[in-house]
């Protein structure tokens, strides 16, 4: 076959199958990125560091949609969790307190979950959303950005203390403190609002309203395994709620293509009230 | 333009084309899954915004009659990231729209399939409320 009509039906498959050129979203390739020797970005290359020598969790990440079936993960790592259920791992489920399951079979109906109120979304949440966040690791604290929900988090990394349980306002992202153990980041949270308030979208772990209290006791371990991952391991205390403290793993991938995040105030246009009958 | 850039180009269209857009909302608490609808009409407008873009068309019945009626797609942030943008219908473009009604009985539904009459192009693929 011609050459020139192979590659010109080949465009024009191509193009019949994609968005117009002209709609297309800008991408602002970041430098520093290792790169292949076909020029591509090198996801298994090292980790960055910062100039103080600790692995740098900066840049842009998606949660990783890899999935496993409940109880296949290797023997010693926590099972992931997803989006909508972060027990799917566990074969036997999350270990509720009785009034945790009951709270979670009534909240089925979806109506109070903070994603679709636009409200701030629980830790978990937060880290397995669809939609990127961004981390920025400075001297003193780390931010995390998350594009959904008007999520920003501190983690405060100079030293300082969990503040005593109920000192500041409880906070729907809790009060995190980190400290560098080698190269993971261990990040600790207290002082969360919580689904005791039992006010609207309080207290989801995971779409299906597993719940957390003001008594979480949240322990994150950062770990940027390469270029190109970020494993989390997440550890719920949170003893009103769980009758054991459980480990869930979440794995996220870097953005490496320059795509970045987008604006997204989520009550520009909420027609959640109003399509579920609670607003006219 | 060259011929090669054009290829690259195209490559990577293809590229965002092919990402997933998620849903943002609890679907099942707005819309039934069951309920289907398939309606063609003119587009009367295109609400870009947050957290899902609306488009609203103009539906004819046998009898004549015209109703509006909204269709739920994906985030702004998720359609554009797969290449979508604001401009990508106008008033007046003809769809076909197939999605589930919302719960509610109003002329209201989650998109899943947009196709343009006078083309058959697909648009804003991925609407579904996969999360």
Known sequence: MNRWFTVTAVAAIVAALSPSLSAQWPLHPQPGIPK???????LSALAPRTSDGQPDLSGIWMRSIRTEAPGSQPPGRPPLATFANVGAGFKEGLPFQPWAAELVKKRANGLDNPDALCLPQG???????????????LPHKTLIIYESNYGLRTIYTDGRRLPPQGEPQPYWHGYSVGRWERDT?????????????????????????????????LTELFRRVNFGRLEIDVT?????????????RVEQEIVADGSEMIEFICHENQ?????TGRAP | MNFKAAVVLLGVGSLLAGRPVVAHHAFSAE????????????????????????????????????????????SPNGLMRSGWTRFSLKPGDVVTVEGAR?????????????????TGQKLFAGSAPAQ
């Open chain 1, 36 to 42: 292949g020797p076909e020029g591509k970005p090198n």
């Open chain 2, 102 to 118: 919302a719960k509610n009985g109003s002329n209201s539904a989650n998109a899943e399939v947009v196709i343009v009459a006078s």
């Open chain 1, 236 to 248: 719920i205390d949170d003893p009103k709620a769980y009758t054991r403290p459980f480990t869930v």
């Open chain 2, 31 to 74: 819309f039934d899954a069951e309920k289907r609808v398939k309606l063609t009409g003119a587009v009367t407008r295109l609400d870009w915004t947050n957290p899902h873009a609306w488009i609203y068309v103009d539906v004819k019945d046998e009898t004549g009659k015209v109703a509006t009626w909204g269709f739920e797609l994906a």
């Open chain 1, 185 to 217: 980041l261990v990040a600790e949270s207290n002082n969360f609002r919580g689904a005791l308030t039992d006010q609207p979208g309080d207290g989801w772990l995971d779409g299906r309203g597993s719940p957390f209290t003001d008594a979480l006791r």
């Open chain 1, 123 to 137: 830790p978990l949440e937060y880290h397995l959303d669809p939609q990127p966040r961004e981390v920025v690791q």
């Open chain 1, 271 to 275: 027609m959640f009230l109003k399509l």
